[in-house]
């Protein structure tokens, strides 16, 4: 279904404005309502499930009914709700990007479902920095407006599992919010800690790439290497500064730090910055 058609469905009076861009778990559209002399504008996410007809067949060369292919479509999209849940959740916080409505729409046609999700409209992190030089004082700013949204995550027990800079946005007034909760759970009350290996290798901490039980700490790990790299060149710990880097180049990267080779500091940081970030990428969870 064409996005205006889409909209015209379920939110009537919304327009089609452009494509704000997407990837492997939904496209994201600018949206825009007028009321009189007002105008507003939403950016809209929408995750069809199956993501391509070649989705679906795949199931019927399977052996799956249409009837089974529903079924199986409808069971993903329950588990993007809990995703939208957890947004739902956390709505009203300044440094969490906001939450406005939803919608999950049955495809007509075939079986499979579009879940639709309203929410401001943000700046990406990237483009951000792309666009604007940045500071210590900035990336510090960064640091904090994230920590603020990781604080409201753990009074709810929600540990995010995926902190990197495509995560992350920037409103018009510079508040730096928080996003994408699609692969968040609810730690469980009561538990030694989760086991799922999710997340961006990149940003991942040590605990997690091994498999091991871990708890918040881990956003705190992936916050700190988001600042690392912004103060060293784009560069993760461990990647040559001077050269661009290669497939082994970053091959190594990963092992000194899943070994727990001591991080040199961030080479554009100022001492008590890179202090504060290098205690968050500290390879044992306790010391972070």
């Known amino acids: 279904m064409e996005i205006q058609q889409l909209l015209d469905k379920i939110w009537p009076g919304y327009k089609y404005v452009g494509y704000l861009g997407g990837g492997t778990f939904g496209k994201v559209y600018k949206v825009r309502r007028e009321e009189k002399k007002h105008v507003y504008e939403y950016a809209v996410k929408v995750m069809s499930i199956p993501s391509s007809i070649a989705e679906l067949h795949e199931l019927y060369s399977d052996g799956y009914t249409e009837e089974q292919a529903s079924k199986y479509f409808e069971d ?10 957890i ?9 969490i990007v906001n939450y406005d409505e939803h919608r999950l729409v049955e495809h007509e046609d075939d079986p499979g479902w579009d879940v639709c999700l309203r929410m401001e409209v943000l700046k990406t992190l990237n483009k951000h920095f792309e666009e604007n030089e940045y500071s210590n004082k900035e990336i510090a700013k960064l640091g904090i407006d994230i920590c603020n949204a990781l604080e409201i995550c753990q009074k709810l027990n929600i540990i995010h599992r995926d902190i990197k800079p495509e995560n992350i946005f920037i409103s018009d007034i510079g508040n730096y919010k928080l996003g994408d909760f699609g692969i968040s759970k609810k730690q469980q009350m009561g538990t030694f800690g989760m086991t799922s290996q999710r997340g961006t290798p990149f940003y991942m901490a040590p605990e997690v790439k091994e498999g091991k039980s871990y708890d918040a700490t881990v956003d705190i790990y992936s916050l700190g290497i988001v600042l690392y790299r912004f103060l060293n060149r784009n560069r993760v710990p461990f990647l040559p500064l001077e050269t661009v880097p290669t497939s082994k180049d970053r091959e190594n990267a990963m092992n000194m730090r899943m070994e727990g080779v001591p991080i040199p500091r961030p080479c554009n940081a100022d001492e008590a910055l890179a202090n504060i970030i290098l205690k968050a990428c500290s390879f044992e969870a306790k010391d972070r």
Do not use: H, R, V
Request: no cysteine; proline share 0%; net charge negative.
């Open 87 to 95: 947004m739902y959740q956390l709505k009203g916080n300044s440094n």
């Open 76 to 85: 993903i999209a329950d588990d993007l709700i809990e995703e939208i849940d």
